[in-house]
């Protein structure tokens, strides 16, 4: 497919207005030193910046025409007679197998719908209050409230990234150890973490991607992040959240729920990464099989 210049602009400035809901917001409040317990974390626990989100790409095989040379992505991109296009020799073969991996073996796997979003819980779990991860937020339930819903509920996490923070006296209580050599063979589609994380895994191929697939996968992270957070201990009403009262059955009811629709969501990104990185990993191996020439 080749893209003429006036195209290719045009979707790169629709791409960019599209980023700006959620980078003007972020921005304005770094500026002032205003910090955001759940949105924060788009940015800064997924170490992409707002420049980054907002930048443009067509994907694989896609040529475009005119003036698309720029220093920021010379490793990127190639030229040929037809246009630029990205190159896919630039693409590191180890992370693409193991993305896939996982993308694949996530997928291949009935959801569960049982850990209820004690992940919040847990990293307060029996937690020295002072040693809070939100210290600017206040706790809208007990210390004791936290251990006895964490014991009640049980723990059956399946995700590595969440796991790891879980505090000390909570480890013992989950019912799986993940690990990094273990994730493609345990995560679970179920999972919101999991769903989320498909942002991270289109990041690490942007330039492979196209720029709609990037945001599809960023709106769906922000989207879950607001239901974990919702899902918390913590008080939020003041930022407008409405809390998901886990510690009751009418939450729990509630959380999976909305986890069910976070995972429909996230099947269909993820069908769609494992498609365009399939196509990825084959160009790949042509380039380095020398077939392309």
């Known amino acids: 497919m080749i893209i003429s210049e006036s195209q290719w602009r045009d979707a790169a400035s629709a791409h960019a207005r599209r980023a700006e809901q959620w980078t003007v917001p972020h921005l304005d409040r770094r500026r002032r030193a205003i910090k955001h317990p759940v949105m924060d974390f788009l940015f800064d626990y997924y170490p992409y910046s707002p420049g980054r989100l907002r930048t443009w790409h067509p994907g694989l095989g896609v040529r475009l025409e005119g003036a698309w040379s720029r220093p920021s992505l010379a490793n990127h ?14 693409a590191d073969p180890g992370r693409l197998d193991v993305t896939l991996r996982i993308l694949r073996g996530t997928q291949s796997r009935p959801a569960q719908h049982s850990c209820f979003g004690m992940h919040e819980w847990v990293m307060v779990y029996r937690l020295d209050p002072t040693k809070l991860r939100h210290q600017h937020e206040n706790l809208r339930v007990d210390p004791d409230v936290i251990v006895d819903t964490v014991d009640h509920v049980g723990l059956r996490c399946t995700h590595i990234d969440a796991y790891r923070f879980f505090t000390s006296d909570a480890e013992p209580l989950n019912a799986h150890i993940p690990t990094r050599a273990n994730q493609p063979d345990i995560e679970q589609p179920g999972c919101i ?3 989320m994380d498909l942002f991270k895994y289109a990041m690490w191929f942007q330039p492979y991607l196209s720029g ?3 945001l599809d996968c ?7 992040r607001e239901i974990d957070m919702r899902a918390s201990p913590y008080d939020l009403a003041h930022l407008g959240y409405t809390s998901i009262r886990v510690e009751t059955p009418e939450g729990r009811r509630e959380y999976a729920q909305v986890q069910q629709e976070v995972a429909a969501r996230a099947s269909d990104l ?3 990464l494992i498609e365009s990185l399939t196509e990825l990993e084959f160009a790949t191996t042509r380039v380095v099989t020398g077939t392309s020439r």
């Open 77 to 90: 991109y190639t030229f040929g007679d037809d246009g630029w296009t990205v190159d896919p020799e630039r």
């Open 193 to 195: 973490h999991a769903n």
């Open 212 to 214: 709609a697939l990037i």
């Open 218 to 224: 960023f709106e769906l992270t922000a989207f879950a």
């Open 270 to 272: 993820r069908t769609a």
